[in-house]
């Protein structure tokens, strides 16, 4: 019975190259360039980056997920989730590994319902690391319920027109071009009636409002961009797979987006993990070591016990994606990932950067801009409560109501039914019955 945790020796001497590089190359690039990452390469970067992709390509693990068809080695999930462990501590190293969202997802969803056309001008370019693309779905008036989507694609001879508004479509300042949901039969339910298009970014009437930022970043410095497409007519071959199969479609995407999301949270807590570590052995208050105070010691505890449990979480959901390759069998796991990713992510970092006192609330620590992807972690892809709902559903699919008044496991029933079972062997009742 195969049912084994180790990591194979030849993969495993891939992750301790991959360690290697990210520490001691691509960490600069988080020091010196950090937000640089999703702007297209200037004079200064280029010489820089290009080689550091290409060393991964030539170590075998630029986009590892996806199949050699798409310019990637097929590794899946599994090996995907034990390399994100490595690369989620750096903003940069998920480009330089090729593993980026939003691009990951949107490339998949190319390969998956894309025509040759489309994925030759939109798939390849996206692959070969020369361009970004942006996700543009949620609607500033709707974003968990697409049952109020608004934004509308209708025929006109050869050509669609789509009008509408679209909010935080990350990425859509640097992107070459947008996959856009709209909806083309208002008569029918959102989920049978909306269509994804491929539309490039410079297209007329693609009007981009504002780039809003997240936490603290300056005005108009952020990445998630308020739309107006206003009048957008695009050639008929840019609707991306049929007409009304736009849910289906983007399940592909947010389902492999939360897990990705979940591998690169796991390396974030076992970096808070390092830290606290590290501080609580260095620091001494009141006679002893921080890390002698019981306090601190379950703080270790508990940020072990829940990064172990979340890891393995995220593993077998790994796992049982590359089993199935159908997201929507393993929706109960990825939303348990997802719902738990924003509440491991903010304890771990939360205890790591108490225990370094005013450091640690410093501009001088990473913690606070690794805190405050906490509460982001809780609504990108939708927010904890929906997904809660999700894993209730699933888990009651499972279930049965009881026969009669009386629950399944009620003592008195099962006490009777234990005596008949045993009748022979039993002369008297036993117990208080
Ligand atoms: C960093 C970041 C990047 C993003 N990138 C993209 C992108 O590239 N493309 C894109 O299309 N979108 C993107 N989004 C948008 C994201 O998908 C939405 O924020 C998300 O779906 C929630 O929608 P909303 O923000 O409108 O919140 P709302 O739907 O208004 O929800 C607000 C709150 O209401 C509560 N709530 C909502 N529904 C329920 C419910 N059913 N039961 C109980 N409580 C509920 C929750 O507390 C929730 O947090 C991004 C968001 C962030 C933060």
Redo the contacts with the bound molecule.
């Keep these: 019975m195969p049912w084994d945790f180790s990591t194979e020796p030849e993969f495993q001497s891939k992750l301790d190259w991959a360690f290697e590089f990210v520490h001691e190359k691509i960490e600069p690039l988080d020091i010196l360039y950090p937000h640089r990452q999703f702007h297209p390469l200037d004079d200064e970067l280029r010489p820089i980056v290009d080689p550091m992709k290409q060393a991964v390509r030539d170590a075998g693990l630029w986009a590892t997920h996806l199949g050699p068809e798409l310019g990637g080695v097929g590794y899946g999930q599994v090996k995907l989730a034990l390399l994100n462990e490595i690369l989620g501590v750096s903003q940069w190293a998920p480009i330089i590994f090729g593993t980026q969202a939003?691009d990951t997802g949107n490339a998949e969803i190319i390969a998956h319902y894309g025509t040759d056309e489309q994925k030759e001008k939109y798939l390849q370019p996206l692959l070969n690391g020369e361009c970004f693309s942006?996700?543009?779905?949620?609607e500033p008036q709707?974003?968990?319920?697409p049952q109020q989507f608004t934004t509308r694609a209708v025929k006109d001879g050869d050509e669609w027109v789509i009008n509408g508004w679209?909010?935080?479509?990350?990425n859509a300042r640097t992107s070459a071009f947008l996959i856009v949901m709209a909806i083309t039969d208002p008569d029918v339910k959102v989920y049978k009636g909306a269509s994804m298009f491929l539309v490039p970014t410079d297209t007329p009437g693609v009007e981009m409002v504002r780039h809003i930022g997240?936490g603290a970043e300056s005005e108009g410095e952020g990445m998630?961009a308020l739309i107006h497409y206003n009048d957008v007519r695009l050639p008929a071959d840019s609707l991306l797979g049929g007409e009304g199969e736009a849910f289906a479609i983007a399940q592909t995407r947010l389902g492999g987006g939360r897990v990705h999301h979940a591998m690169r949270t796991v390396a974030v807590c076992q970096y808070a993990l390092d830290m606290l570590c590290e501080r609580v052995l260095s620091r001494e208050t009141q006679g002893s070591l921080l890390a002698q105070k019981q306090f601190i010691q379950g703080d270790i505890a508990d940020s072990y016990a829940e990064l172990q449990q979340f890891r393995l979480l995220v593993l077998y959901t790994a796992w049982e994606i590359d089993q199935s390759h159908d997201y929507r069998q393993t929706r109960k796991n990825i939303a348990a990932i997802k719902v738990l990713t924003p509440k491991v992510l903010h304890d771990a970092v939360w205890r790591s950067m108490h225990a370094h006192g005013a450091l640690g609330v410093s501009n001088e620590m990473p913690f606070s801009m690794l805190w405050s992807m906490a509460p982001?972690m809780?609504?990108?892809?939708?927010?904890?409560?929906?997904h809660k709902?999700t894993v209730a559903r699933e888990v009651l699919k499972g279930y049965e109501p009881s026969d009669g008044l009386w629950p399944s496991n009620h003592l008195p029933a099962k006490r009777e039914e234990a005596l008949r079972k045993l009748a022979i062997h039993v002369e008297h009742s036993v117990g208080n019955a």
């Design positions: 939003p942006s996700y543009s779905m949620t709707a974003g968990s319920d679209k909010y935080f479509s990350s997240l998630h982001v809780s609504v990108v892809d939708g927010p904890t409560e929906v709902v």
